[in-house]
């Protein structure tokens, strides 16, 4: 059963920059393309950022593109989002999982990490 572990979220002004991280369990990692998902209150969940296992083809929704940015760290197990110039509409908790555009069926859900743009 593979495990997701995001973490890096928090409280953070209009403007600012946070960095998530994503630890995945198991060694199957380097073998999955991967995202970054968020959902906010009542709101369905969304796509935002994914990668591809070698970490060179990146796509990004519109809605983020040019402010966030996806990499991974196939050694470490480890998928991370560079998040800058943060508004308050990125206010969400954010997931990791397998890229689902991919056509992969994603794994259960980690617990994922709070996001709030605020001033």
């Known amino acids: 059963q593979v495990q997701l572990v995001e973490s890096g979220g928090g409280l953070v002004q209009p403007g600012g920059s946070l960095r998530l991280s994503c630890l995945v369990s198991?060694?199957?990692?380097?073998?999955?393309?991967m995202a970054w998902y968020r959902q906010a209150p009542g709101k369905q969940r969304e796509l935002v950022a994914r990668i591809q296992i070698n970490g060179n083809t990146k796509d990004y929704a519109d809605s983020v593109k040019g402010r966030f940015s996806i990499s991974r760290d196939n050694a470490k197990n480890t998928v991370y989002l560079q998040m800058n110039s943060l508004k308050p509409e990125d206010t969400a908790i954010y997931y990791c999982n397998v890229d689902e555009w991919a056509g992969h069926r994603t794994w259960s859900w980690g617990q994922g990490t709070q996001v709030t743009v605020d001033s």
């Open positions: 198991g060694n199957i990692f380097r073998f999955y393309p």
